[in-house]
Every structure is written in structure tokens, then in C-alpha cells.
């Protein structure tokens, strides 16, 4: 099963200036076959994008808020701790 799901920013706090870059990345500690990844903001179903990280160029107002990834194998899914993003 997958499992070990965590979420890490650059910049490392989570607070971005407005129009500024934020690159979220998600790593798993285990899980075997191949892993597809998920992003989501808040409780919103559809993911935000997919692949082990999410890049936001020009971040804006309306993109603060908790992020999370969800991985799967097919088999199993895990999720990592929301990570809360801020929009200075």
C-alpha cells in the first residue's frame, strides 16, 4: 500500500507575495507500481494537477488556502497533510 504521503513548498512557509512562483512537491515513503499523483485545494473534488509536483507561476489572490496530494496505485490511496498556503 501506498503510504508515508508528504507535502513540501518552496518557499518552505508556505507564504508567497502576490505574482510570485510557489512550487508544491509531494513525496510517498512506500508504495510499489506505478504511483499517480493528485492535487487539491480546500474540499474541491477536481484536482488542481497531477505528476508529484504543482507549480503555480503567477500566484493570486484566490490561491490561498489547504493544499493536498493524493497518491495511488491502483490499489491503494493515501493523502498527505494539508499544507496551508498563504498569499501575501
Given at each position: 500500500?501506498?503510504?508515508?504521503?508528504?507535502?513540501w513548498?518552496?518557499?518552505?512557509?508556505?507564504?508567497?507575495?502576490?505574482?510570485?512562483?510557489?512550487?508544491?512537491?509531494?513525496?510517498?515513503?512506500?508504495?510499489?507500481?506505478?504511483?499517480?499523483?493528485?492535487?487539491?485545494?480546500g474540499g474541491?473534488?477536481?484536482?488542481l494537477?497531477?505528476?508529484p509536483?504543482?507549480?503555480?507561476?503567477?500566484?493570486?489572490?484566490?490561491?490561498?488556502?489547504h493544499?493536498?496530494?493524493?497518491?495511488?496505485?491502483?490499489d491503494?490511496?493515501?493523502?498527505?497533510?494539508?499544507?496551508?498556503?498563504?498569499?501575501?
Amino acid at each position: 500500500p501506498v503510504s508515508g504521503v508528504s507535502l513540501w513548498a518552496e518557499p518552505p512557509s508556505g507564504q508567497v507575495v502576490l505574482g510570485d512562483h510557489l512550487v508544491l512537491s509531494c513525496m510517498v515513503v512506500t508504495g510499489t507500481g506505478p504511483l499517480s499523483f493528485t492535487w487539491h485545494r480546500g474540499g474541491s473534488g477536481a484536482p488542481l494537477g497531477t505528476g508529484p509536483h504543482l507549480e503555480l507561476r503567477h500566484v493570486g489572490d484566490n490561491d490561498s488556502g489547504h493544499y493536498h496530494c493524493r497518491v495511488s496505485n491502483g490499489d491503494s490511496v493515501a493523502e498527505s497533510v494539508p499544507l496551508n498556503v498563504t498569499v501575501l
